[in-house]
């Protein structure tokens, strides 16, 4: 499975981006659709997700400002991000799970680096 996340960019704080994460598959197969990022230095930390059901979670620093959604048919996962501050400036993953019978199965995009910054 291939994920490209595209979307990144430098924007003023206060601002907003679109990220986009298009899979090489259809994504109706993965249980769930995510979004982390990795800041310099920093763990990588979860920033959404939403199931094949839509149910959503959110990382309390971005809830009311982030908001994900999945397109089946397109194949595609998005992150729509607005009232954007420094730090949120960090690589941003795109992430696909499937559940099998070993366990959950996590495939990652190569990411789409996110700076706010004025």
């Known amino acids: 499975v291939q994920l490209q996340a595209s979307g990144g960019g430098l924007v003023q704080p206060g601002g907003s981006l679109n990220l986009s994460c298009v899979a090489s598959e259809s994504i109706s197969s993965f249980n769930i659709m995510g979004w982390y990022r990795q800041a310099p230095g920093k763990q990588r930390e979860l920033v959404a997700r939403?199931?094949?059901?839509?149910?959503?979670s959110y990382a309390d620093s971005v809830k009311g400002r982030f908001t994900i959604s999945r397109d089946n048919a397109e194949n595609t996962a998005y992150l729509q991000m607005s009232s954007l501050n420094p730090e949120d400036t960090a690589l941003y993953l795109c992430n696909a799970a499937r559940w099998t019978i070993r366990g959950l199965n996590n495939y990652w995009g190569q990411g789409t680096q996110v700076t706010v910054s004025s």
């Open positions: 939403i199931t094949t059901g839509g149910g959503t």
